[in-house]
Nanobody
Framework: QVQLVESGGGLVQPGGSLRLSCVAS????????MGWYRQAPGKQRELVAI???????NYADSVKGRFTISRDNAQNMVYLQMSSLKPEDTAVYYC????????????WGQGTQVTVSS
């Protein structure tokens, strides 16, 4: 089992920045990749960014150049630095971890609200 707790959300004006954090606990050695997803009202949950166990990263086209995912292996944490925020970035952001099992199993944090508004 893996437990995830994210934090750092809040209200920010367009063009502003926020940094989200997620700490993993439990069977952390089973984690293959971690990432951030978001879900806006009335929309499906979508991938924002992922980072693998060896450091490879991928981003949704909508956030490339604005968001940066990183990790701190010693503290079992993953971060999402968000800059140049837009109103369309408003959503609940969820931390995700994929367990190294067959079939792969996903774990989710409780979510943190990000609101971009004037």
């Amino acid at each position: 089992q893996v437990q995830l707790v994210e934090s750092g959300g809040g209200l920010v004006q367009p063009g502003g920045s926020l940094r989200l954090s997620c700490v993993a606990s439990g069977s952390i050695f089973s984690i293959y990749a971690m990432g951030w997803y978001r879900q806006a009202p009335g929309k499906q949950r979508e991938l924002v960014a992922i980072i693998t166990s060896f450091g490879s990263t991928n981003y949704a086209d909508s956030v490339k150049g604005r968001f940066t995912i990183s990790r701190d292996n010693a503290q079992n944490m993953v971060y999402l630095q968000m800059s140049s925020l837009k109103p369309e970035d408003t959503a609940v952001y969820y931390c995700n971890a994929r367990e190294r099992v067959v079939p792969a199993k996903d774990y989710w944090g409780q979510g943190t609200q990000v609101t971009v508004s004037s």
